[in-house]
């Protein structure tokens, strides 16, 4: 039976009906057209329905959606601020690190929440951080690249 | 732009070695371009399909009563409602949109659906009935070539054999002074390409037939889908949407067909996206092959001749089969000077998936046995595997298998050379690999 | 794919809702692997029963002297991340750190790992070697604790049933002079599943010579993940020379039962079993030699 949910989702809070055993990735992108996190498998094998949960990564086709009421979540569409896009996604984009594009936004939130908590990772770390995303286009080195071009761009904005 | 920089970029060879934008990067980066399956159309039904699930069947009847009748359904069609021919293929129109007399393989369509929601659709496919007849599935090599094996198609299962000849090989044979034989398998392969396939139609008001598919090739996919759905070409519209990969796969026909039959006898726009798993279980594949191989090269590492037979496994349809087979047969050689050659392809009809194009075109499966090949020569020369690829490599004033002679556009003597000087300025060497704990 | 869906936050109503029930309704924690079973149609429910809210189930500590205490509803990333919990017990890090992809880390739980019973569990073998214990609630509401080693029944089952739930793991303090270790073999490093796991637990002696105890666990060599206690054998109250080691992998190849799959064939797992033991006794040895020059300075 449909039931209603109060979701906090890019800063808003956003009323939705769902079945309980609906997938956050599903009501994100069914019901609240939030289609930026893409649904490659249904199955936490390929990581582009990556959103963030509280500040960290999770893959939201196997988030219940009533597991993520009173949680903060971080979609895609969140990341640009006033039309700027966020580093890593400019970075993503001068690197090269875009091909077909679907597994972008999932690895965008990966390196995204990676640069929250580690903000001068090593190549290691990055590609740990984003070992949970496939991309069979670009052979992960050009995204490897982008995101330390964009821990890069952010630590000299701190400064 | 600056005149300055646009007097410089219109210089000739400006861009080469540089870094180009792609102009949809920063959209996909922002996570707003729509995929297929991210599009929403007012009134739009949704589509599933009842794959066949067995290799090879007569199929007795499809029961869709009941599954007509479930809450939610708006269509349950099978091969009886398409009006067209019913058929597409890129060389050979031998793959049905819905099966019709028989089941080929596991990944036929046999029946499709169209509801409200794809919950509702996915339920209704559930209550379809199918009384299927097995027959003997062909799934090997042997079995395709086995003469009483049933044929899948008319006109028997094999379907193309191609020859390369060269030189004179018995002459080959005698001049070798070692000689190896082995024979090699490469398993099939999906390109796995981020988005699964997926396709929107609707029926404009003029009458048109628009499609909306993550596709390689939107005309050849119109002259496909407007006979098997009997309309003119000028009542067909496929517009390429942004496409999450193919590596090959999406040349083929995968979801056009099935929306737009749906779209023209609901008459409401209809999205197909299907599961990974889908995805995994139809369309096409990379060829799986076998190959025999014997070569033989003279004490001084000189290759003598190549004696190779390939057998690829297309699956239930050709898609670009025939090409793909006979490409892994004018590679057989690979890079490599061979003066005396035959080889021998046959691309074979078998109730697995269809295989079609893939990166690399057949020249890869070709490239496991002749690499394989190579080495072994070597080893049994007591030659390094990178001296013995030197020496026999392809240089300009050479002639590939089939005649092409090279010019100076032929680079892999000074590759391989680059790599030798790169292993000597570091003192590496080649190891045969041994077990290691 | 539609059922009841329930959120107790007791223990009582998370057990009685399950009674109820009747063997069709399934605890939900994680659901990292019961959601995906119940798409694929491997499973079928009439209700899942989310346990997250019940407080009992969740919290963990790891402190100086009391070993590791984890509620059965901690997520798997909680664990990885800690610093005091790799530091004592680098084997469960190890096996944390392979399981799925960290996104999936982040939602599923250890507790689930052990509770949906694959033969491959990652979690499985370090807390086998580690002499943990699962504290278990019974259908009929009594408390029991039972070794981790004995908690598998067979593949996808365990001493649960239907109707219990597992409460939480311990995971004794360790000796002095112990190391541990875990070591799989995937043909991809990241986001696969193992062909064959092994972990090890060795205490030396206090000259640091010899084996004074030693626990070897592997996974996905039989139905459930198992002891390799003729391996042990060979190793205790021996010096751990590569010869010895090279000799108890042997036997633990010997021990185990694999069976051909899709990831492998049962004399490629054996033979990842011989290469792994050995490989994670080298590691707990030296571990324990370094936790014991520690201790001693």
Known sequence: MKQRYALRVNGGTRETEAEPHESLLDVLRENLRLTGSKKGCNEAECGSCTVLLDGRPVVSCLVLVPDAVDREIVTIEALAEDGEPHPVQRQMVEQGGVQCGYCTPGMIMSAYALLQENPDPTDEEIRFAISGNICRCTGYGKIVKAVRAAAEEMGNEGT | ?437 | MRFDYFEPTTLDEASGLLREGKGARKPLAGGTDVVIQLRRRVIRTEGLVNLKRIPELGGWACVPGKGLRLGACTPMRDLETSAAVEGRFPSITEALRVVGSLQLRNIASVGGNLCNASPSADTAPPLVALEATARVHTPESRQETVPVENFFTGPGASVLGSGGLLLSVDVPEPAPRTGDAFERFTPRSAMDIAIASAAAAVTLDAAGERIEAVRIALGAVAPTPIRALKAEDLVRGKEPNPKRLEWAAAAAMEECRPIDDIRGTGAYRKELIRILVQRVLRQAVERARANGRTERS
Not at chain 2, 43 to 64: E, F, Y
């Open chain 2, 1 to 437: 732009m600056s005149e300055d920089a646009s007097r410089e970029t219109a210089q000739p060879y400006h861009w080469i070695g540089r870094n180009v934008t792609k102009p949809d990067a920063l959209e996909k980066a922002l996570g707003a371009t729509e995929y297929v399956g991210d599009m929403v159309v007012p009134g739009m039904l949704h589509a599933k399909i009842l794959w066949a699930g067995t290799p090879h069947a007569v199929i007795r009847n499809i029961d869709t009563r009941e599954a007509a009748r479930a809450p939610g359904v708006a269509a349950v069609l099978t091969a009886a409602d398409v009006p067209g021919t019913n058929r597409y293929g890129l060389a050979v129109l031998d793959q049905r949109a819905l099966a019709d007399d028989k089941v080929r393989s596991a990944g036929d369509a046999l029946a499709l659906v169209a509801a409200e929601d794809e919950e509702a659709a996915e339920e209704a496919v559930a209550k379809i009935k199918v009384d299927l007849e097995p027959l003997r599935p062909i799934l090997t090599y042997k079995d395709a070539l086995d003469p009483d094996g049933p044929p899948i198609h008319e006109g028997g299962n094999v379907f193309q054999h191609t020859t390369v000849r060269k030189g004179d090989l018995e002459q080959g044979i005698a001049e070798s002074d070692v000689i190896v034989e082995d024979s090699y398998h490469t398993h099939r392969m999906d390109h796995v390409p981020m988005e699964p396939e997926a396709g929107l139609a609707y029926v404009d008001p003029s009458g048109v037939l628009n499609i909306l598919v993550g596709t390689q090739y939107p005309y050849r996919d119109r002259r496909q889908i407007a006979p098997a759905l009997d309309l003119p070409m000028n009542k067909v519209r496929v517009v390429q949407a942004p496409i999450g990969g193919g590596f090959g796969r999406k040349d083929d026909i995968t979801a056009e067909i099935h929306v737009g039959l749906l779209a023209l006898k609901t008459r409401r726009p209809v999205r197909l996206v299907y599961t990974r798993e889908e995805s995994l279980i139809a369309n096409t594949k990379r060829h799986p092959m076998a190959m025999s191989f014997r070569t033989g090269a003279r004490a001084d590492g000189r290759l003598t001749f190549l004696d190779g037979d390939i057998y690829g496994d297309t699956g239930a349809g050709i898609s670009l089969g025939a090409y793909v087979i006979k490409k892994a047969g004018i590679h057989a050689t690979g890079p490599y000077d061979v003066p005396n050659i035959r080889v021998d392809t046959y691309t074979l009809y078998t109730n697995n998936l269809v295989s079609g194009a893939m990166r690399g075109f057949g020249v890869m499966q070709a490239a496991v046995a002749h690499e394989s090949q190579m080495d072994q020569l070597a080893h049994k020369l007591g030659m390094s595997p990178l001296e013995f690829r030197i020496k026999n490599c392809l240089k300009p004033g050479l002639a590939s298998s089939t005649g092409q002679l090279m010019n100076e556009g032929c680079g892999i003597e000074a590759t391989l050379q680059r790599i030798k000087d790169y292993m000597n300025a570091r003192d590496l060497r080649f190891k045969r690999s041994q077990a290691a704990s």
